[in-house]
């Protein structure tokens, strides 16, 4: 459909041009999850994904998820200052490969707040010239006004490239119906 075509390409320009948020959003039933996948099918091998399908984590969790992620093997009762030199040691690695580390969060607006800046003060990872890990939030209009808090300020203002889902039509429903039976 056009609208998710226009996202996906929005998703692609963002990510080819290293920008370090990306939000899409869209009430249920947009094809949020559906473009989420259609981007993990199109991005190569210049890109590592991690895929965050349950938000509902806390920081540490978080962490542990991306760690898992990344291919990261750790204890599970490793501290989280440790947890979190091997995961900027593993983007210093695969940046040195010439990866790109794209951060895919599903659900979004079911993250908490603590989770939310957890994940921001991730992204202050970086070198000299780019930012060592992306992050695209899917979620419905409520990511929105989360975002709007005055504690998740410095989050929203780094949201550089933001993109929302229209309904589909009943002639698209039809269609995407018929095609999936």
Known sequence: YEAHQEALNVLLVALRSGEGFIKVTGEVGTGKTLVCRKLMSLLDEEFVVAYIPNPQLNPNALRAALADELGIEFARNIGQHRLLNIITKRLIELSSEKKRVVVLIDEAQAMPEETLEALRLLTNLETEKFKLMQ???????????KLAQPELRQLKQRITFSYSLSQMTHDQVYQYVRHRV
Not at 135 to 145: K, T
């Open 135 to 145: 992050v695209v939030m899917f979620g419905q209009p409520e990511l929105d006004q």
